[in-house]
């Protein structure tokens, strides 16, 4: 469904809603990345609003994957949705649980151990080479915990 926002009638919430969900669905990498991009630079120069942004981008991410939950069960009978809706909501907050505990951990693992690697051969650059370390170890894990559950939900 197109609307056309330039032609000069009223629009129901539904319409606008889609137009949202459209732009949100078509930009949602890009908008993650960007959030993730200000988040690392204010860890640098505001630490106090860190926090706030992390947590921005997680319910970011949390409101996408639930949209295209309800997006998924919309044919899904009546009777049988809401266990449907129920089972992989709870399947998506137990995924992200999980991959951010252990990426947290095999993270700070990870970046311990480059940073006493990085300060031995090249001084000076050991924070910046655990952060970094620790960072992409985090992802990496978080994204194959998450890879396996949704293996393991479709089979």
């Known amino acids: ?18 137009n949202v969900h459209t732009f949100l669905r078509k930009n949602s ?17 505001f630490p106090s609003v860190t926090s706030i942004l992390a947590v921005s981008l997680l ?7 639930i949209s295209s939950i309800l997006e998924k069960h919309e044919a899904t ?41 990085a300060r031995i051969h090249w001084p000076g650059l050991d924070m910046t080479a655990g952060l970094l370390a620790a960072v992409l170890a985090a992802f990496v894990t978080g994204f194959f915990i998450r890879r396996g559950i949704l293996k393991a939900t479709r089979s």
Request: hydrophobic share 55%; net charge positive; no cysteine.
């Open 29 to 45: 990498l890009s908008i993650s990345l960007l959030l993730l991009l200000i988040i690392l630079i204010s860890a640098w120069r």
């Open 77 to 117: 009978p009546p009777e049988e949705m809401r266990r449907k809706i129920a089972k992989d909501i709870i399947i998506l907050m137990v995924s992200i649980i999980v991959a951010v505990t252990v990426g947290g951990i095999v993270g700070q693992f990870v970046g311990i151990h480059a940073q006493g690697y």
């Open 1 to 18: 469904m197109n609307v056309d926002f330039r032609k000069n009638r009223s629009y129901t919430i539904t319409e606008i809603g889609l």
């Open 59 to 65: 319910l970011f991410s949390i409101a996408i994957a």
